[in-house]
């Protein structure tokens, strides 16, 4: 995928009714529990304003939970129409969000300036060599957490025969119906390269969630990380 493909998607109407189309998806509900659970997890450990950084900010859909624990918000998104729509709810809650435009690759932000680095539904949108680019963006900004969602593609090592056939198969068929809905963009990675990654880069997981996409033989896993020192 190209960096720049969302910039051109999320434009117009499509941003505009971005969240409008997924809030009732079971997926999407799951999403906003767990980010809550963990964002008040971090926040009950730190004594302070949490500052976060929301990347890609999207249209702002955690934006109530950052006001109702009171974190310095920055969000960066690459496409200006998406960042519209997060500016009228940063407006709406008074909440004082630092908003700009900005790639995930690239960020433009100070080592280890923020306490938090939120990053949901986008590594997947990426190929693994700009994955890797993303999470190195993701760890150099933070200063301790990240929370993350990725789909992976789960280990079959230690599977039986049996098991393993019948998860390639849901695969195959779950790969067969993404094409057919028009899905082509969505990367599941290797599980055995997220955490090779993860490892590499000094990033325990402190806590983590499974979230049950209904696409057979993959995983969609919200991590929260913890840098260690």
Avoid at 183 to 198: A, K
Wanted: proline share 1%; net charge positive; aromatic share 10%.
């Amino acid at each position: 995928m190209k960096i720049n493909k969302s910039k051109k998607e999320y434009i117009g109407a499509r941003a505009k009714l971005y969240e409008v189309r997924r809030k009732n998806r079971r997926v999407w509900r799951e999403e906003q529990k767990i980010i809550l659970k963990f964002l008040r997890e971090i926040s009950q450990i730190n004594n302070k304003n949490i500052k976060i950084l929301d990347i890609p900010v999207g249209t702002g859909r955690f934006f109530e939970f950052y006001k109702k624990l009171n974190f310095l918000v920055t969000g960066i998104d690459i496409s200006k129409d998406m960042l519209k729509e997060a500016e009228k709810k940063n407006k709406l809650l008074k909440l004082n969000a630092k908003l700009k435009k900005g790639d995930i690759i690239n960020i433009k932000i100070q080592n280890k300036s923020m306490d938090l680095v939120l990053c949901i539904r986008i590594l997947n949108l990426l190929n693994f060599n700009n994955f890797s680019k993303a999470l190195n963006e993701l760890v150099r900004v933070s200063d301790k957490y990240i929370i993350c969602g990725i789909m992976i593609c789960p280990s079959l090592k230690n599977e039986p025969v049996l098991r393993c056939i019948n998860i390639l198969l849901r695969r195959i068929f779950s790969n067969f119906f993404s094409l057919i809905k028009g899905d082509r963009e969505t990367i599941r990675h290797s599980e055995n390269q997220v955490l090779s990654q993860f490892k590499k880069r000094s990033l325990v997981i402190y806590d983590k969630a499974r979230i049950d996409t209904g696409r057979g033989g993959y995983a969609y896993y919200i991590y929260c990380l913890k840098k260690e020192k």
